[in-house]
């Protein structure tokens, strides 16, 4: 472990990390798509979780770990109950365009 | 004892107000008029017992109930002082009292609000007991702002009238600017000697020599001032005439014999306070002396038959005014009893005729009632005869009294006085014979209707009849009952001697001889000419200023009310709406912020989630910027 982190160094999984929450960022921003939309968010998620992981072996400190384990559990969580949401949102308007969400507005 | 029988006289009034004003409806109109007139008997009753006592012992009663305001030093306590003066004035308080609610029951019995107007009449002798009764200034001033509420009341107790209406508001008024200069009066004279009650206020003024000259010369100028509010004089005598829309028995009980006389009351009980400012003394002499002159004018030339009255009355309480202006308090208080008789008398003969007449006032549409009304039309004619001063009745005696007091001190004030006098006996005549003699120049249903009144109201004509013939036996000069009586209250009548010398006699020559050309100048207009007072736009020349009353009332008009007005819309129409606009703007501005930001929420997510990022890149650079 201390090697792997020794070979390549804790500012390259920063910026791993950064770059794979700007992609879900942007996807989000982006994509009107809300499967995709909905994926953009899980990367952002899992970049937050990788530099959780790092972090944690920086710091020989279990903690970071268990909190990972604790955000991936939501994580799954949220999305049986987002794609539950979407699958609900396609019956009733046939596609899954979030701009077609407007209407959800009183 | 004492006590009990002090809070029976105090409260058998409160008690009959309280009755009529809860039950009054239920009870019936004679049954509410009888408990009202019976509870100012029963008070009467007391006064008499009590006057009986100390005319024997000539020692005050003094009656501590609790303390009622303790700060320090300064102790006010809630009691009473039955003594020479305040009986006097309980005498006739509770006795006209009686005799006008007895009046009232059959004058007041059309009237659907019967009950309500014998509460008022019963809460406002309560209130003159008060005022009369308390031991110091405080418990006078409650008393003090109770008739005037309830001269307020009366006056507007045709209220659906709303002239009525506003001649109560104008009595209010005008007496709140009075009564201001009674409380500034009080105020000073507590701060002064740190006492507000008669007896220590008169040992500490009498003992203690240092106190301060100025301020005691304004406590007394003020508390003039309090007693000009509610005594109408100059300048601030013009809602007593204006109180006449009250109903007759109102104006002669409260416009004439009781209320009206609480200024004299409450100076001659101070009369220790006035003795020492000689220059507010003065003062004193020459309003009462002016204004029993301006308001004489003015009656000459009145058509309304209460209206004269009402002049006359602010004309007699100049002379009284007078009187106290120049120290002599006994011959104010000697005329005040005698002028109670007689105004009270005339008052209530007048609501005779008016009743007769069905509400007339005017007259000019009267003439002739002296066939149809011969009790109203003698007992009327002798309260004439002794306010114009003719000898053997009562007002000759006080009149003369005051003349010869004038004339000892201030010839010029003599003279006023004499003219007013003169003027007094002129239009009392012109009121009597425009309303008595001559034919009836009303219309012929009320000619038909002409009776005299029921005995209820006949009977206490008499009685003031009576009393309006031999009230001046009281005080006949040389051997004065009346003088000995009060030499407790005024120390200084055991030391006054009472000679009748050449020039008194020539004074009361004059005096009566000026009655009488006053007399016989109305006979030689009403009687042998036969004139009739013209109609009110033909009125010209100097008539007509006194007819409008010197434009007093416009004068004020133009002075007070208008500028006030002014500065009333001003406040209206520029400060408030300069306000009201500054926080209408403020929500405004909320609104349209708000309804500007309500647009951002378009319900598209694609831009939330832009700005959501947005903002978290703003928190981030921050975070790090901060760093």
Sequence with gaps: MNNILNQIGIENYIFLSVILFCIGVFGVLYRRNAIIVFMSIEIMLNAVNLLFVAFSTYHQDAQGQVFVFFSMAVAAAEVAVGLAILVSIFRNLGSITIDNLKNLKG | MDTNLALVLLFAPFLGFLINVFFGKTLGKSLSGIIGTLSVVVSFAVTIYFFLQINQTK??????????????????????????????????????????????????????????????????????????????????????????????????????????????????????????????????????????DFTTLKTAIT?????????????????????????????????????????????????????????????????????????????????????????????????????????????????????????????????????????????????????????????????????????????????????????????????????????????????????????????MFRLMFLTFFQEFRGTEEQKHHLHESPSLITFPLIVLAILATIGGLISLPGHSWLNEYLTPILPKLASAEHHLGSTEYMLMAIAVVGGLVGIGLAYAKYIKQNTVPTEDSEITGFSKVLYNKYYVDEIYDAIFVKPINVLSLFFRDTIETALSSLVFGLGKVTNEISFQGKKIQNGSIGLYLLVFVLGLCAIVSYLFLAQ
């Design chain 2, 59 to 196: 020692q005050p009663i003094n009656i501590d109930l609790f303390d009622w305001i303790q700060i320090s030093n300064f102790k006010v306590s809630f009691g009473f002082l039955l003594d020479q003066l305040s009986l006097l004035w309980l005498l006739f308080v509770t006795g006209i009292g009686s005799l006008i609610h007895l009046y009232s029951i059959s004058y007041m019995h059309d009237d659907e609000k019967m009950h309500t107007f014998f509460a008022y009449l019963n809460l406002f002798v309560f209130f003159m007991i008060t005022l009369v009764i308390g031991s110091n200034l405080l418990v006078m001033f409650i008393g003090w702002e109770g008739v005037g509420l309830c001269s307020y009341l009366l006056i507007g107790f045709w209220y659906k009238n709303q002239e009525y209406n506003d001649a109560a508001k104008k009595a209010f008024i005008m007496n709140r600017i009075g009564d201001l200069g009674l409380l500034v009066g009080i105020f000073i004279l507590g701060s002064l000697f740190s006492t507000i």
């Design chain 2, 207 to 427: 003992t203690a020599p240092d106190y301060n000259d100025f301020w005691f010369a304004i406590a007394a100028l003020a508390l003039f001032i309090g007693a000009c509010g509610k005594s109408a004089q100059i300048p601030l005598y013009t809602w007593l005439p204006d109180a006449m829309a009250g109903p007759t028995p109102v104006s002669a009980l409260i416009h004439a014999a009781t209320m009206v006389t609480a200024g004299i009351f409450m100076i001659t009980r101070l009369n220790f306070v006035f003795d020492l400012v000689p220059s507010v003394q003065s003062i004193i002499a020459i309003v009462g002396a002016v204004t029993a002159l301006v308001a004489a004018t003015i009656g000459l030339v009145q058509n309304d038959i209460k209206k004269v009255l009402a002049y006359s009355t602010v004309s007699q309480l100049g002379l009284m005014f007078l009187a106290l202006g120049l120290g002599a308090y006994e011959v104010a208080v000697f005329h005040v009893i005698t002028h109670a008789f007689f105004k009270a008398c005339l008052f209530l003969g007048s609501g005779s005729v008016i009743h007769a007449l069905h509400g007339e006032q005017d007259m000019r549409k009267m003439g002739g009632l002296k066939k149809a009304m011969p009790i109203t039309f003698i007992t009327m004619l002798i309260a004439s005869l002794a306010i114009s001063g003719v000898p053997l009745f009562s007002g000759f005696f006080s009149k003369d009294e005051i003349l010869l007091v004038a004339f000892h001190h201030n010839i010029p004030l003599w003279v006023v006085a004499s003219v007013a006098s003169i003027m007094t006996a002129f239009y």
